[in-house]
């Protein structure tokens, strides 16, 4: 559901780090679809990236043909499965980008994805888990909340789990928040440093400004998926906030220290959700810190509850599935 995944939303300024120190293979699973192929532009742009590696059940050679006549230093190249395509794709990947399953068509909710993208992910993950078992993996393929717990069972399994260097993708909550909040505020986006819970900003919103700022940042999604009229779900934005998270977490893996994004990991703020999104710290090896909500309001606190009773369903319903669905 929406609201878990942005209930612990925060949005610190992020600075392009200049310094670019290390050699960074990164794989894009889904790499041919509508987030796919933007992202894949983006993290060509991106200096840490050493070697794209791009992976789609169709059209990924042609995309990787497309972006590998871009004039910054990283190669690229597509597969497909043929030809031990994902294997190639992820040896020696150090970060995994998970974009692939099926996106929302209007009146469906992410859950509904459920049936079809838990075993693409399931799949992906095993073949992730097998070939770059120490990469850090992030799941953008909805509905989040489920496909990330698959993930962990699937990488326990393997017995080669590492929970610092397993991320939801939930950045677009903030790029929303900071966007919707700054249009508000008629101020800069990019000057907008917030911690939102549960919608709530702190910034001098209240009533029912206040609630539609919350709902406008929960229900983003469908506002995409309703003007898209059939096509999809958000792509091009949500291939920004993925590059945004990932490029977050390179910065981190080439030694910058204070590097803190918004992401569903796991977590042990609330024992009835193993996975939760809030503020996290990141270094080399992935999460360093889960950070504590802080001091939150009646307001949010209420939102908080309706969110954790949700979550924790939606973590169980990944977790039963896979124990279930190994094949
Ligand atoms: N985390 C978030 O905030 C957001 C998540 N999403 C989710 O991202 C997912 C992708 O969305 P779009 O790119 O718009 O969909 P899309 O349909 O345009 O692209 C998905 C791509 O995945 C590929 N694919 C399917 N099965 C595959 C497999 N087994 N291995 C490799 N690739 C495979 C398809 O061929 C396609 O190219 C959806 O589940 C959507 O709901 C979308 C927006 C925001
Ligand atoms: O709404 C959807 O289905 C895609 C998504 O997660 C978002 O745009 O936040």
Request: include cysteine; charge should be neutral; charged fraction near 20%.
């Amino acid at each position: 559901m929406m609201f878990s995944r942005l209930a612990v939303a925060s949005i610190t300024k992020r600075q392009f780090s200049h310094t670019v120190s290390n050699a960074t293979k990164i794989a894009v699973l889904g790499a041919a679809g509508g987030i796919g192929q933007p992202l894949s532009l983006l993290l060509k742009l991106n200096p840490f990236v050493s070697d794209l590696a791009l992976y789609d059940i169709h059209g990924a050679p042609g995309v990787g043909a497309d972006l590998c006549h871009i004039d910054t230093k990283s190669t690229v190249k597509g597969y497909l499965s043929e030809y031990d395509g994902l294997q190639k794709t992820l040896d020696g990947a150090e970060v995994v980008v998970i974009p692939a399953g099926v996106p929302r068509k209007p009146g469906m909710t992410r859950d509904d994805l459920f049936k079809t993208n838990a075993s693409i992910v399931r799949d992906l993950a095993k073949a992730a888990a097998q070939h770059c078992p120490t990469a850090h993996i992030l799941v953008i393929s909805n509905p989040v909340n489920s496909t990330v717990p698959i993930v962990a069972e699937v990488f326990k399994k393997f017995k080669v789990y590492d929970p610092k260097k397993l991320f939801g993708v939930t950045t677009l909550d903030l790029v929303r928040a900071r966007r919707f909040v700054s249009e508000l505020r008629e101020s800069d986006p990019a000057s907008e440093e917030l911690i939102v819970i549960g919608g709530h900003s702190g910034h001098n919103f209240e009533g029912q400004e206040l609630d539609n700022l919350c709902k406008r940042v929960q229900f983003g999604g469908d506002e995409v998926v309703r003007a898209k009229g059939g096509a999809g779900s958000a792509t091009l934005s949500m291939a920004h906030a993925a590059a945004q998270m990932t490029n977050s977490l390179l910065e981190a893996m080439s030694g910058k220290s204070g590097v803190v994004q918004c992401s569903f990991v796991q977590s042990d703020l609330y024992p009835e959700c193993a996975f939760f999104s809030s503020q996290v710290e990141l270094g080399q090896d992935g999460v360093e810190k889960v950070r504590d909500i802080g001091k939150i309001n009646e307001y949010e606190e209420n939102m908080l509850k309706v969110c954790r009773a949700e979550l924790a369903k939606n973590i169980e319903k990944g977790k039963t599935w896979i124990a279930a669905n190994w094949e």
